[in-house]
Structure formats: structure tokens, C-alpha cells
């Protein structure tokens, strides 16, 4: 269980655990007010952008069941349950819905990564890691197709698959818009980044951020966490 500032985030019955990759793509990502969160997991990240945007409705999916049945759960015990919604749906079908399109603010994905590795032996664990089910260029779709025209998609991705994140934007008509080299010290080399992505032509902002550093404590103060 992990223990935030406004919440608390159950875990038991998700295979991907609270992670700093979470935690800074919840703390960094623009928002707006409406917000969808693909792969919720936990709901985590949902929860983040709810306390971030105090007016904002938050969407989020997720297509395995137990961690559907988690978020729901982390929601329902939160201050925020009254805007946040959870969905059982794969979100290339989701996308799909007419009623639906153009209608997010933003978007935020914490991607399951994972391309031509050994899969876990946990179904559920390769579902939450591995491309099998949500591939970059299939999320890079769908995000096109629910973003609003002056919306924001926001992702993080380990730093070897950086490149091939940007390239399926391209194919899909997004942006790179914004990027953050994530370090885990100051000596050595990034191993996230924080990528995010418009629907139209814009000056790319880069920056970095070391873990620990007053840069991370300023973009993560609010939600402060202490494992129990």
C-alpha cells in the first residue's frame, strides 16, 4: 500500500506496482478539463491528475479486470471519486466511438513498454509490460482520434524506446511537443523520458530532471508518498 498525500493506492490485486515512472508522468503531464488515462492500472495516475486539475473529469481504462476492480476501489476510498470514471475497455475500440473523438483535453499512458523481450510467465504481467495488446502505434492512434485539437498526449518510456515512441506520433499525425531526459544521477545518462505530443506544429521544450533533485521535489511535493 502506498500512502499519498490525498489518497492511498491499494496494489494487491495489480501487476504493475506504484513506480516512479508513474508518479512523475502523473506529476508532469498538462491536464485540462477532461482527461483520459489509458492503462489506469491502479488508478494512480487518475488520481494524480484529479487532485492536479480540481475542475477536470477524468476517464480511465484499463482492459484487465482485477486492475479495473483496483482503480475502482483506490477511486471510491478518494476525495475525488465524485470525477473520476473507470471503464473495462481495450482503448483501440474505445477510440473508436464517435462520441467520444476530440473530446480530451489530455491524454495520459503509462505504456506497457516491452517490445521484443521475453514475456513474463504472469499473463497479467505481460499484459501490463509487454506491447501485446496496446503496440506505440496503436496508442498513438487512438490518442489522435480522442484529443482534442488543441489537446496534449503525455507518456513515459524507457530511453532506448524513445525514438521509436516519436516515430509512430509522426505516422499518426502528433507533435512531439514537449521532453524531459529523466536521470537517475547527474552522472549518468537518461534512462526515462517524459514525452508528450500536440495535433499541430510546435517549438519542441526540452528539459531534464534528476531523481531526488529539487527539481523533482518541487514537481512531486504535492503527492509525497511513504511506502508502508
Same mark, same amino acid.
Given at each position: 500500500?502506498?500512502?499519498?498525500?490525498?489518497?492511498?493506492?491499494?496494489?494487491?490485486? &495489480?501487476?504493475?506496482?506504484?513506480?516512479?515512472?508513474?508518479?512523475?508522468?502523473? +506529476?508532469?503531464?498538462?491536464?485540462?478539463?477532461?482527461?483520459?488515462?489509458?492503462?489506469?492500472?491502479?488508478?494512480?495516475?487518475?488520481?494524480? /491528475?484529479?487532485?492536479?486539475?480540481?475542475?477536470?473529469?477524468?476517464?480511465?481504462?484499463?482492459?484487465?479486470?482485477? +486492475?479495473?476492480?483496483?482503480?475502482?476501489?483506490?477511486?471510491?476510498? @478518494?476525495?475525488?471519486?465524485?470525477?473520476?470514471?473507470?471503464?473495462?475497455?481495450?482503448?483501440?475500440?474505445?477510440?473508436?466511438?464517435?462520441?467520444?473523438?476530440?473530446?480530451?483535453?489530455?491524454?495520459?499512458?503509462?505504456?506497457?513498454?516491452?517490445?521484443?523481450?521475453?514475456?513474463?510467465?504472469?499473463?497479467?504481467?505481460?499484459?501490463?509490460?509487454?506491447?501485446?495488446?496496446?503496440?506505440? +502505434?496503436?496508442? /498513438?492512434?487512438?490518442?489522435?482520434?480522442?484529443? @482534442?485539437?488543441?489537446?496534449?498526449?503525455?507518456?513515459?518510456?524507457?530511453?532506448?524506446?524513445?525514438?521509436?515512441?516519436?516515430?509512430?506520433?509522426?505516422? +499518426?499525425?502528433?507533435?512531439?511537443?514537449?521532453? &524531459?531526459?529523466?536521470?537517475?544521477?547527474?552522472?549518468?545518462?537518461?534512462?526515462?523520458?517524459?514525452?508528450?505530443?500536440?495535433?499541430?506544429? &510546435?517549438? &519542441?521544450?526540452?528539459?531534464?530532471?534528476?531523481?531526488?533533485?529539487?527539481?523533482?521535489?518541487?514537481?512531486?511535493?504535492?503527492?509525497?508518498?511513504?511506502?508502508?
Amino acid at each position: 500500500m502506498f500512502q499519498f498525500r490525498q489518497f492511498t493506492i491499494h496494489q494487491d490485486l &495489480c501487476a504493475m506496482k506504484v513506480g516512479t515512472d508513474g508518479v512523475l508522468l502523473g +506529476a508532469w503531464a498538462n491536464g485540462g478539463d477532461c482527461i483520459l488515462d489509458i492503462g489506469t492500472g491502479t488508478g494512480l495516475i487518475a488520481l494524480m /491528475m484529479a487532485q492536479r486539475f480540481a475542475e477536470a473529469r477524468v476517464v480511465a481504462v484499463d482492459i484487465d479486470e482485477a +486492475a479495473v476492480l483496483q482503480a475502482r476501489q483506490n477511486v471510491a476510498a @478518494s476525495p475525488f471519486k465524485e470525477r473520476i470514471e473507470i471503464f473495462q475497455h481495450p482503448i483501440q475500440s474505445f477510440a473508436n466511438q464517435s462520441d467520444l473523438q476530440g473530446q480530451f483535453s489530455a491524454v495520459v499512458c503509462n505504456p506497457p513498454f516491452f517490445t521484443n523481450s521475453l514475456k513474463a510467465p504472469d499473463q497479467q504481467r505481460t499484459v501490463a509490460r509487454h506491447t501485446v495488446t496496446l503496440s506505440y +502505434a496503436e496508442l /498513438m492512434r487512438a490518442a489522435a482520434k480522442l484529443l @482534442s485539437a488543441d489537446g496534449e498526449l503525455s507518456v513515459v518510456v524507457p530511453f532506448d524506446y524513445q525514438r521509436q515512441m516519436q516515430d509512430e506520433a509522426i505516422f +499518426a499525425g502528433l507533435f512531439t511537443s514537449r521532453v &524531459c531526459a529523466v536521470r537517475t544521477t547527474a552522472s549518468k545518462p537518461p534512462r526515462r523520458y517524459l514525452l508528450a505530443f500536440s495535433k499541430s506544429p &510546435c517549438a &519542441c521544450q526540452k528539459e531534464e530532471l534528476t531523481i531526488g533533485s529539487e527539481y523533482y521535489q518541487q514537481l512531486t511535493r504535492d503527492f509525497y508518498l511513504i511506502r508502508e
